[in-house]
Each structure stands twice: as C-alpha cells, then as structure tokens.
C-alpha cells in the first residue's frame, strides 16, 4: 500500500526557515517523481515544486523561486522541501504527491494528509 | 488568483447531471492534458480523471472528463451526496510550471 507522510510543518516567524519531509512506503521511491502541493486558509490547491526520480530536473512555482529548495534521498525514500525567507503567504497546508510515470508533474495518483506550515510573528 | 478558471460553486440534486468547466490558455490547457481532482476536508485529494479522459482504477464511471481546446470539463452524473466536495482542475504550463484551477465547491441539493 502507497503511503506518503508529511512531516516538518510548524509555526515560524517571517523570514525563518523550514524543512518538510515527506516518507514515501508502499513503492519504489526512486522510480517516480514527487511534487509539493499546497493549500491556504480558505484558498485553493496551489503547486509549489516537483523533482525527477533521479533529482536530476526540478521545477518551481514562482511564489517560492529562489527562497525554496526540493530535494529527495531515494535511500531513505523521503522527499524534502527547504523553506527559507518565509513570508505570511506560505502559511499553508503543505502536501507531497507522488507523479504517474510517464506523465507530467501535476498528475498525480497518491497525495499525502499535509503538514501545516504557519508563518506569522 | 488562478491561470485556471473554473466557477466557485456548483449544484445539484441527487441523480442529476453537473458538469465543472476550466478555462485556460493555449501555453497550458490548450498545449497539455488536464486532470481532475476531488478534495474532501482535512484529506489528501483524490485523482478522478487524468490524460484529459482517463479514469484511475475504482473511480466510478459516473465521473468523466473531456478537453476541447483551450477548455476542459468534468461531469458527475448520477450525483450522490458523497459527491459533495471541492473539485479541481490541474495542468501544466509551458512556462514549466504546475497550474490548478481555483477550485469549484459542488453541494448537494
């Protein structure tokens, strides 16, 4: 069975930093790409970020260019995402999916229940 | 606010047919596949269609999705209570980034 379990969520003052991990089960970790997805208060699915099996290609949403950074280490089975400079509008329920093979980085087949990240002083 | 329109709300009686549009651009829906997804309060989404059409395994076929141009559309027939949730329409860009519509709220009459 697929499992994906989010953790690292927390409050955190603006400008602070976070790492999320997420622990994938259930499936050959290496073999497919990941993504981050996230929800505001009240708002709707926004995608943050998604990496390649291999870590070679990663992708951003401008929200978080150059202030986050995906990562995974397919030994361990866990997908990262760094948050640096947070800012009031990355609080949110953050959460990591797994991608279908072969297919593009907004499909996706398992999502996990979210971690919540809340940036405020 | 979302590259991605889809209407806030929705409605239906239960056995009836609704139908959730998504409107995009020629760099996003009309350039690649759309997938639909379900979201239930305090869980992970659900993926309903993906490739435009497709159906994952054990997703009923009273769920179905098409695309024509830079527009696509999920329909519910046979609405059922456990039907209501939030819907979303999700693409990719080919400014290489992931869009999702801002959601549609289905409620069940």
């Known amino acids: 069975e697929v499992q994906l379990l989010e953790s690292g969520g927390a409050l955190v003052q603006p400008g602070g930093s976070l790492r999320l991990s997420c622990a994938a089960s259930g499936f050959t970790f290496a073999n497919y790409a990941m993504s981050w997805v996230r929800q505001a208060p009240g708002k709707g699915l926004e995608w943050v970020s998604g990496i390649s099996g291999s870590s070679y290609t990663t992708y951003y949403a401008d929200s978080v260019k150059g202030r986050s950074i995906i990562s995974r280490d397919n030994s361990r089975n866990t997908l990262y995402l760094q948050m640096n400079s947070l800012r009031a509008e990355d609080t949110a329920v953050y959460y990591c999916a797994k991608v279908i093979s072969d297919y593009n980085y907004v499909t996706f087949d398992y999502w996990g229940q979210g971690t919540l990240v809340t940036v405020s002083s | 606010q979302s590259v991605l329109t889809q209407p806030p709300s929705a409605s239906g009686t239960p056995g009836q047919r609704v139908t959730i549009s998504c409107s995009g651009s020629?760099?996003?829906?009309?350039?690649?596949?759309v997938n639909w997804y379900q979201h239930l309060p305090g869980t992970g989404p659900k993926l309903l269609i993906y490739?435009?059409?497709q159906r994952p395994s054990g997703v009923p076929d009273r769920f179905s999705g098409s695309k024509s141009g830079t527009s696509a559309s999920l329909a519910i027939s046979g609405l059922q209570s456990e039907d209501e949730a939030d819907y979303y329409c999700?693409?990719?860009?080919?400014?290489?980034?992931?869009?999702f519509g801002g959601g549609t709220k289905l409620t069940v009459l």
């Open positions: 490739n435009n059409h």
């Open positions: 020629n760099s996003n829906i009309g350039s690649n596949i």
């Open positions: 999700a693409t990719w860009d080919d400014s290489l980034n992931g869009s």
